[in-house]
Protein backbone atom coordinates (compact mmCIF):
# COMPACT_ATOMS: atom_id res chain seq x y z
CA UNK A 1 0.00 0.00 0.00
CA UNK A 2 1.06 3.49 -0.99
CA UNK A 3 2.46 5.97 1.84
CA UNK A 4 0.05 9.34 1.26
CA UNK A 5 1.74 12.42 0.38
CA UNK A 6 1.93 14.72 3.43
CA UNK A 7 3.47 17.93 1.91
CA UNK A 8 2.95 18.95 -1.88
CA UNK A 9 4.40 21.67 -3.50
CA UNK A 10 2.46 23.90 -5.74
CA UNK A 11 3.75 26.53 -8.46
CA UNK A 12 2.72 28.63 -11.51
CA UNK A 13 5.17 28.11 -14.75
CA UNK A 14 5.86 30.70 -17.95
CA UNK A 15 3.17 32.85 -19.11
CA UNK A 16 -0.04 34.69 -16.78
CA UNK A 17 -3.03 33.45 -17.97
CA UNK A 18 -6.47 33.77 -16.57
CA UNK A 19 -7.40 30.84 -13.57
CA UNK A 20 -3.89 30.98 -12.58
CA UNK A 21 -5.10 32.05 -9.06
CA UNK A 22 -8.24 30.04 -9.11
CA UNK A 23 -6.35 27.13 -9.65
CA UNK A 24 -4.04 27.47 -7.45
CA UNK A 25 -6.92 28.75 -4.55
CA UNK A 26 -8.55 25.00 -5.64
CA UNK A 27 -5.64 23.10 -5.20
CA UNK A 28 -4.80 24.79 -1.46
CA UNK A 29 -8.25 24.11 -0.36
CA UNK A 30 -8.65 20.78 -1.88
CA UNK A 31 -5.00 19.59 -0.40
CA UNK A 32 -6.55 21.23 3.23
CA UNK A 33 -9.31 18.82 2.85
CA UNK A 34 -7.26 16.05 3.25
CA UNK A 35 -4.54 17.11 5.44
CA UNK A 36 -1.82 17.67 3.21
CA UNK A 37 0.19 20.82 3.99
CA UNK A 38 1.07 22.92 0.69
CA UNK A 39 4.10 24.29 0.16
CA UNK A 40 3.74 27.19 -2.60
CA UNK A 41 6.66 27.92 -5.03
CA UNK A 42 7.49 31.44 -6.29
CA UNK A 43 8.30 32.14 -9.54
CA UNK A 44 8.03 28.51 -10.91
CA UNK A 45 10.77 26.79 -12.11
CA UNK A 46 13.35 29.45 -10.97
CA UNK A 47 11.89 30.12 -7.65
CA UNK A 48 12.07 26.09 -7.06
CA UNK A 49 16.09 25.91 -8.36
CA UNK A 50 16.41 29.51 -5.97
CA UNK A 51 14.46 27.88 -3.01
CA UNK A 52 11.61 30.83 -3.18
CA UNK A 53 9.27 29.10 -0.62
CA UNK A 54 6.13 30.25 1.28
CA UNK A 55 3.38 27.67 3.03
CA UNK A 56 0.18 28.39 2.05
CA UNK A 57 -3.26 27.22 3.28
CA UNK A 58 -6.75 28.62 2.75
CA UNK A 59 -6.06 32.15 4.00
CA UNK A 60 -3.37 32.93 1.96
CA UNK A 61 -5.28 31.76 -0.95
CA UNK A 62 -8.83 33.80 0.10
CA UNK A 63 -9.76 36.84 -1.76
CA UNK A 64 -7.64 36.36 -4.82
CA UNK A 65 -9.67 34.82 -7.89
CA UNK A 66 -10.36 38.32 -8.81
CA UNK A 67 -6.79 39.50 -9.08
CA UNK A 68 -5.04 39.03 -12.74
CA UNK A 69 -1.62 36.55 -13.30
CA UNK A 70 -1.17 34.54 -10.08
CA UNK A 71 0.08 35.36 -6.89
CA UNK A 72 3.05 33.14 -7.21
CA UNK A 73 4.72 35.01 -9.34
CA UNK A 74 5.82 32.83 -12.62
CA UNK A 75 9.16 32.90 -14.67
CA UNK A 76 10.78 31.23 -16.94
CA UNK A 77 13.86 29.54 -16.58
CA UNK A 78 16.74 28.80 -18.80
CA UNK A 79 18.40 26.99 -15.71
CA UNK A 80 15.76 24.52 -15.52
CA UNK A 81 16.45 23.59 -18.89
CA UNK A 82 20.15 21.89 -18.02
CA UNK A 83 20.18 18.58 -15.69
CA UNK A 84 22.28 20.91 -13.35
CA UNK A 85 19.60 23.09 -12.95
CA UNK A 86 17.29 20.86 -12.28
CA UNK A 87 19.11 18.62 -9.75
CA UNK A 88 19.19 21.77 -7.86
CA UNK A 89 15.58 22.00 -8.07
CA UNK A 90 15.14 19.10 -6.55
CA UNK A 91 17.56 18.99 -4.26
CA UNK A 92 15.38 22.27 -2.77
CA UNK A 93 12.35 20.51 -3.27
CA UNK A 94 13.70 17.02 -0.71
CA UNK A 95 15.26 19.55 1.39
CA UNK A 96 11.95 21.38 2.13
CA UNK A 97 9.82 18.01 2.75
CA UNK A 98 8.30 18.55 -0.66
CA UNK A 99 7.12 14.78 -2.22
CA UNK A 100 4.92 15.75 -5.04
CA UNK A 101 4.11 19.25 -7.11
CA UNK A 102 1.24 20.51 -8.63
CA UNK A 103 2.31 22.46 -11.72
CA UNK A 104 0.10 25.18 -13.08
CA UNK A 105 0.81 26.15 -16.89
CA UNK A 106 1.20 25.50 -20.55
CA UNK A 107 3.04 23.61 -22.78
CA UNK A 108 6.71 24.43 -21.21
CA UNK A 109 5.42 23.47 -17.73
CA UNK A 110 4.12 20.39 -18.41
CA UNK A 111 7.44 19.48 -20.63
CA UNK A 112 10.30 19.91 -17.60
CA UNK A 113 7.57 18.12 -15.33
CA UNK A 114 7.66 15.37 -17.83
CA UNK A 115 11.55 15.55 -17.55
CA UNK A 116 11.72 16.42 -13.99
CA UNK A 117 9.82 13.27 -12.90
CA UNK A 118 12.20 11.40 -15.39
CA UNK A 119 15.30 12.48 -14.06
CA UNK A 120 14.25 12.93 -10.41
CA UNK A 121 11.11 10.86 -9.77
CA UNK A 122 9.22 13.29 -8.09
CA UNK A 123 5.63 12.96 -8.91
CA UNK A 124 4.20 15.70 -10.90
CA UNK A 125 0.38 16.70 -11.82
CA UNK A 126 0.38 19.33 -14.27
CA UNK A 127 -2.94 21.61 -14.62
CA UNK A 128 -3.12 23.26 -18.03
Not at 22 to 34: G, I, P, Q, T
Not at 64 to 73: H, P, V
Not at 118 to 127: G, Q
Request: hydrophobic letters at 40%.
Amino acid sequence: MPVPIKRIGVFTSGGDAPGMNACLRAVVRSAHEYDIEVTGIIRGYAGMIEGEFVELDARSVSNILQKGGTILKTARSERFKTPEGRALAAENIKKNGIEALIGIGGDGTLEGASIFFAEHDVPVICCP
